[in-house]
């Protein structure tokens, strides 16, 4: 039993991160059609940076800190690449994926001469170091508290995006660029605003997955494809979609990785095809022409 | 009595809530030339979009020829026998004309699965592209690149593709929107020549041109048939008045 | 005057092992399996216009076919071979089905989804593919009891197999089929409405596409007389596309100097620079910021431009 509650808690810890690396790429994606194979990266990044700073000891700078200083510094990042770069190739999808791609490269490479090859670990944070017990059984805090961010994250985003002004724009330019433009909202602001908020929480995901996956070269690889076959799942441009579908990968992944690990990737792939073979927009997507 | 090119029983479209065919029932028979009228919105491309099968029917039936064709996704009704040509004029812009009426007649040709043989190979096809390109008047320019065109010989061209698979069904959205008063003419003259083996539905806005080449008019409003019959009687009725002319 | 060139060209490739040295020969190989890879590549971005971002997952997995059935089950390489490209023409029936349902980005994140699932299963099946050690001991090919183990050899028999490739590519494009699908690329609804299965073109297109991705990863890993995982890394098919857009898409010739550019690169800049990713990277940016439709045409653009301005 004890076995169980420790595979369920992980696994929706796993989903939970998932789910804020999803979620960033699921809105960039649904809103500038940029599919940003950078994500991977901006997590493996924001990890790195976590890791480095949490090593210093430094009082007063704690995993929540490090979190938010590497989710800003990561969304800074994202911004100028979106400035700089994406910027330049405008109505071009294909350029904009393969710009990504080599931003990618290049991130991944550049941590690797940074923080050199070996795996740095991320301690848990003290406060929640301790499991929570219950009767007969511990419940890993840590685990709990990634669930916790993320529901929290993913009410957050659901206010913004259907309670204030910046979400009804967001709305509206995934709807109808044209009109969005027509109507006055300033679509290249949006852009940047959305890319760096995408890149950020990507980054600070990287932080708060530390004290489970440690920050490693090929983090970035491993996560990537994940995150895209969540999108794929649970339809592209959807946070619900997002949601339900990073929760399903990560039961699907830890279940399979403990269960069956020869074979764990390739049972990753059955959700997602037979939704596609049924739904090509994903469970919650809509379907564009 | 003869079986009808096309028969449109009791057809439905509803996009959500939007109703954009209600109800419409349809005959045209076999080498009949019929004129398909209506304001902007009353939903005849809509209608077109569902005979050709780019949009499925929420509810009703389309028959070709006595064949039920409802559900049958647009190449297969190729093969059948529809043709047609869309208002705004889709065209392979950097191939040649020639190139372009190949594309056709390789629609309907038993070799465009071949991977192996040259295209120049396939029989005929450089005489039968010529004679389509002949039949629209545009066989001198075979070797140009669409893009060089004008407006009104694009439109040509796309004509030039739908009667290169010697359709039974030819459908003609808005043939002559946006050309010149000459080349208005031209087309006119064009799809007089027509041959009767060939049914004939067009859309059009610009009555005066199109009146004269059918027999028959549909007038549709808002989605449904409110008139239809021949020429003189479309034209006379007051429902087409109240309509066109808000009286 | 081409054909003469053509041919001249030609002759002087067959003759490379009499007056180049080991290295170049080799090198030469390389550059060959690369335009094969590059060339099956571009049925599918080029005449297709479907971008795919997982093709070394075909090449990859032809190559561990091969190196499973000689070195674990012992079956001869002939036989392995015609296994390895009918398992993998299979697999590419599998994926195509599944990847085709989408189209534009989300096809391509499909396909990088499924190849990175196979490069995860080619690192965690270790009884089966020896995970991170790779599988060794692999013997080359031997056609008609010729040994193929040295470099003129192996280059040789390579550069026949990649003129075979490329001539049946040549006949592809020429073709109706080729023809056909260039217009689904380029108006696939006005293709429907004339009479073709859109569909189905797009299928045929990225099974072939497969199979000879399957050559090229066969030729692979007689060349490597090994194969590890990371043959199926995603920086692989990045390569691979990289090779076939600098050179330029769509077309017969382009993606061969695309894939001769990227491995003389490569095989150059390793002896300079360590991080050949981070330069990949770089190149991957200057090429779509600078002569996105490859370096042939882009080159072409520059020149015209410096004419103008003299004027």
Same mark, same amino acid.
């Given at each position: 039993m004890q076995f169980w509650i420790i595979q369920i808690l992980n696994s929706l810890a796993f989903g939970g991160i998932l789910f804020l690396l999803a979620s960033g790429f699921s809105l960039i994606f649904g809103l500038q059609r940029i599919a940003n194979l950078t994500h991977g990266s901006f997590f493996m990044l924001g990890s790195y940076i976590g890791a480095s700073l949490l090593r210093e000891h430094t009082p007063g700078v704690d995993l929540w800190l490090a979190a938010l200083m590497a989710g800003l510094l990561v969304a800074l990042l994202g911004g100028l690449l979106e400035r700089l770069v994406l910027r330049r190739l405008p109505g071009n999808p294909l350029g904009q994926v393969l710009v990504t791609l080599g931003v990618a490269f290049i991130i991944s490479d550049a941590c690797l001469v940074i923080w050199g090859g070996d795996p740095i670990p991320v301690p848990t944070p003290r406060a929640v170091a301790r499991p929570v017990i219950v009767g007969h059984f511990a419940f890993p805090t840590y685990r709990l508290v990634v669930v916790g961010i993320a529901i929290a994250v993913a009410i957050s985003l659901h206010l913004l995006l259907e309670r204030t002004r910046l979400g009804a724009m967001i709305r509206a330019g995934v709807d109808d660029m044209q009109i969005a433009r027509a109507v006055g909202i300033r679509v290249s602001v949006l852009f940047t605003c959305v890319f760096c908020l995408g890149a950020g929480i990507a980054g600070a995901a990287g932080v708060l997955g530390g004290p489970i996956f440690s920050a490693y070269p090929g983090l970035d690889a491993d996560m990537l494809p994940l995150a895209l076959i969540v999108v794929i799942l649970g339809g592209v441009g959807s946070l619900a979609g997002a949601f339900i579908g990073s929760f399903i990968i990560g039961a699907i992944y830890t279940f399979g990785s403990t269960l069956f690990p020869d074979v764990a990737y390739f049972i990753l792939f059955l959700p997602m095809i037979v939704v596609i073979a049924y739904r090509p927009e994903g469970l919650f997507g809509r379907s564009r022409a | 009595m003869t079986v009808p090119a096309l028969d449109i029983q009791n057809l439905v479209k509803r996009f959500g809530g939007l109703p954009a065919t209600r109800h419409v029932s349809m005959r045209v028979e076999a080498g009949e030339r019929r004129l398909i009228l209506g304001p902007n919105g009353a939903g005849k491309t809509t209608l077109f979009n569902q005979i050709t099968g780019d949009l499925s029917p929420t509810s009703g039936s389309i028959r070709l020829f006595g064949r039920e064709v409802t559900r049958l996704p647009p190449s297969r009704r190729a093969h059948l026998g529809i043709a047609r040509t869309y208002q705004i004029v889709t065209l392979? +812009? +950097?191939?040649?004309l020639e190139h372009n009426v190949m594309l056709a007649l390789l629609g309907l040709s038993r070799r465009r699965y071949d991977m192996f043989r040259p295209l120049a190979s396939v029989p005929q096809m450089r005489e039968k592209a010529r004679r389509a390109l002949g039949q629209v008047g545009l066989d001198q320019l075979g +070797?140009?690149?669409? %893009?060089?065109? %004008?407006y009104g010989e694009k439109r040509r061209l796309e004509i030039a593709l739908a009667l290169a698979q010697e359709p039974k069904l030819l459908l003609l959205d808005e043939p002559m929107a946006g050309l010149s008063t000459e080349e208005r003419t031209t087309v006119r003259n064009l799809i007089a020549s027509i041959p009767r083996s060939t049914t004939l539905v067009m859309i059009e806005h610009d009555m005066d041109s199109a009146l004269s080449l059918v027999d028959k008019v549909t007038l549709l409003h808002y989605g449904q048939v409110l008139v239809e019959g021949d020429r003189e009687a479309v034209v006379a009725a007051p429902q087409t008045r109240e309509v066109y002319l808000g009286l | 005057m081409t054909r003469l060139l053509m041919t001249l060209a030609v002759a002087a490739l067959i003759a490379l092992p009499a007056y180049a040295g080991e290295f170049y020969i080799n090198l030469a190989s390389q550059i060959l399996i690369a335009a094969v890879v590059a060339m099956s590549l571009n049925l599918l971005v080029g005449y297709g216009g479907l971008t795919s971002l997982g093709h070394a997952a075909f090449v990859g997995f032809s190559a561990y076919v091969y190196a499973w059935l000689t070195t674990k089950l012992g079956i001869g390489n002939g036989v392995a071979s015609v296994s390895a490209l009918a398992a993998t023409t299979a697999l590419a029936c599998a994926f195509g089905l599944v990847a085709l349902r989408a189209t534009g980005l989300s096809f391509l994140m499909i396909t990088l989804a499924f190849s990175q699932i196979l490069w995860g299963l080619a690192y965690r099946w270790v009884s089966v593919t020896n995970g991170d050690n790779g599988l060794s001991g692999i013997t080359r090919l031997a056609p008609f009891g010729t040994s193929l183990d040295s470099a003129a050899g192996f280059y040789w028999a390579t550069l026949g197999v990649s003129f075979i490739a490329f001539l049946a590519i040549a006949a592809f494009a020429n073709s109706p089929f080729g023809a056909t699908l260039r217009g689904v690329r380029d108006e696939p609804r006005r293709m429907a409405a004339l009479g073709h299965n859109v569909h189905l073109i797009r299928w045929i297109t990225f099974v072939y596409s497969g199979f000879w991705a399957a050559v090229a990863g066969l030729l692979y890993v007689n060349y490597n007389k090994y194969i590890h995982p990371s043959a199926l890394s995603i920086a692989n098919s990045a390569e691979a596309l990289l090779g076939v857009i600098a050179g330029g898409s769509g077309t017969l010739g382009g993606p061969i100097a695309g894939a001769a550019l990227i491995t003389i690169l490569k095989n150059y800049a390793s002896a300079y620079i360590e991080r050949w990713n981070m330069l990949l990277g770089f190149v991957f940016l200057a090429i779509v910021l600078i002569v996105p439709e490859g370096i042939v045409p882009g080159l072409q653009r520059l020149v015209a431009r410096r004419g103008d301005r003299k004027k």
């Open positions: - | 392979f +812009q +950097q191939d040649t +070797q140009r690149k669409v %893009s060089d065109l %004008s | -």
